[in-house]
């Protein structure tokens, strides 16, 4: 090296500055629950919503207003909280969050009407965002030989909350007779957490800064620009965010059109048995850590495709339709998992960040394919939105595909040198003993 060259400066979005958290403890299961229990303030309300409309004398699509004001607070919150996470103190977030849900949860089932609803719906939507702070704080404590394994165990988390929620919340609405008290139950949940959380959390996620809240979400643009990993693991995310949307919003028309004629609770038990899918995608955590992300998203989106071919090709059959669920749900939680492993590589100074952009980037691939799917759905039935559902994956296939590096030639003989061992006379090594070959030096590299 040359002494007459200024050193480089030290780049604070790499792995080594990630690794210092791997020394301390993370309390997974207790991320876990947390992640559930506030992710459930999300979708919770969605099969509440006829009651909900009886109560507040008002029509159903009147009541209907809550679930889309749920999606549009989380991502506000995703927007405006998350990147906090980066320079804030962690306790004094987490128990503030905690509180304006825990609050705005009460205030919701005292509502008097609709409108009452929908605001506080609104906002204690986009407080209760703990899941993307949450999810980032495990995986830098976890450390690069096991941020797969962690990240995958607190997605499971978030995949049961959401799932079970549906049920949890249909069920204690049935047995008391009002859809307030499910709101109650909830918030009497999420201030629990006010007790256990912010004691299991670091005080902070990174090195403290002097980054103003402008700046914070001012350089979320830059990080996208910066960061190659983050470029592609949005926009995976994003396509098969919105094949899983176009399947699950028309999944309800199709059961209840003929020949299968369900009614509306048959959606809702598609959550349940999709559990298996949900509780099998957990190892994708480890096969991340093993394998890598680019492995695993290829397998992700191979079960997601293969799901939607099954539930095409077999419209009528109940069972391939669950079968079809299942492999979707597999393959799209698996990408997940590998996605945000792969981002959560690029450094514990901007973990929460990036975890912004790539969350944000999802729920737009989502409400395409939402959009997408309603819309096709109605023009031309359920083999066009599968079409198009299928669309948006080969999409992701091909993201995929042109994110992997060739090998270059001479780093592949190389290591092909390295490897393999040599019997040539070497006087540092003993008499009779066998060494690799150390690989010559190149004069250049292809």
Do not use: K
């Amino acid at each position: 090296m040359d002494p007459r060259r200024p050193a480089a400066p030290p780049v604070p979005t790499t792995e080594p500055a990630a690794s210092s958290e791997a020394a301390r403890p993370v309390n997974v299961p207790l991320l876990a629950v947390a992640g559930a229990v506030t992710v459930a303030n999300i979708y919770f309300p969605q099969p509440l919503l006829a009651a909900v409309a009886r109560g507040l004398d008002v029509s159903e699509r009147t009541a209907g207003l809550v679930a889309p004001a749920a999606q549009i607070g989380y991502a506000l919150g995703i927007l405006l909280l998350v990147p906090l996470a980066d320079t804030a103190r962690l306790r004094r977030l987490t128990s503030v969050l905690l509180a304006l849900t825990s609050g705005a949860l009460l205030l919701a089932a005292a509502a008097p009407g609709v409108v009452t609803l929908t605001l506080a719906t609104l906002a204690l939507s986009t407080t209760t965002v703990l899941p993307q702070i949450l999810t980032p704080v495990a995986a830098v404590l976890a450390g690069p030989g096991r941020r797969g394994r962690v990240v995958g165990l607190v997605g499971l988390g978030l995949t049961l909350g959401s799932t079970l929620s549906r049920t949890v919340s249909g069920a204690v609405t049935d047995a008391s007779g009002s859809w307030r008290v499910a709101y109650v139950v909830a918030a009497v949940a999420t201030a629990a957490l006010l007790c256990v959380l912010p004691r299991g959390l670091p005080e902070r996620l990174g090195v403290p800064g002097r980054t103003s809240y402008g700046a914070l979400l001012a350089g979320l643009p830059g990080l996208l620009a910066a960061h190659r990993e983050l470029r592609v693991a949005a926009l995976l995310g994003a396509s098969v965010f919105a094949a899983f949307s176009v399947f699950w919003t028309v999944l309800a028309f199709h059961l209840a059109a003929p020949p299968l004629g369900y009614g509306p609770g048959a959606a809702g038990l598609f959550g349940v048995l999709t559990l298996p899918a949900a509780l099998l995608s957990a190892t994708a955590g480890p096969l991340t850590d093993r394998y890598g992300a680019p492995v695993v998203s290829a397998v992700g989106l191979a079960s997601a495709g293969l799901g939607l071919g099954v539930a095409g090709l077999a419209p009528g059959s109940p069972a391939a339709l669950v079968a079809g669920a299942n492999l979707l749900v597999a393959g799209v939680s698996s990408c997940q998992v590998a996605n945000q492993a792969r981002i959560f590589g690029i450094g514990a100074a901007v973990a929460a960040r990036v975890n912004t952009v790539f969350m944000l980037a999802t729920f737009g691939g989502g409400a395409l394919g939402s959009l997408a799917g309603s819309w096709l759905y109605a023009e031309h039935g359920w083999p066009a939105a599968l079409l198009a559902a299928g669309v948006f994956v080969a999409v992701g296939g091909l993201v995929a595909a042109s994110s992997v590096r060739p090998v270059r030639p001479v780093r592949l003989v190389r290591a092909v040198r390295a490897t393999v061992p040599s019997c040539v006379p070497d006087g540092t090594r003993e008499a009779g003993g066998v060494s690799a070959r150390a690989p010559r030096r190149e004069s250049h590299e292809a």
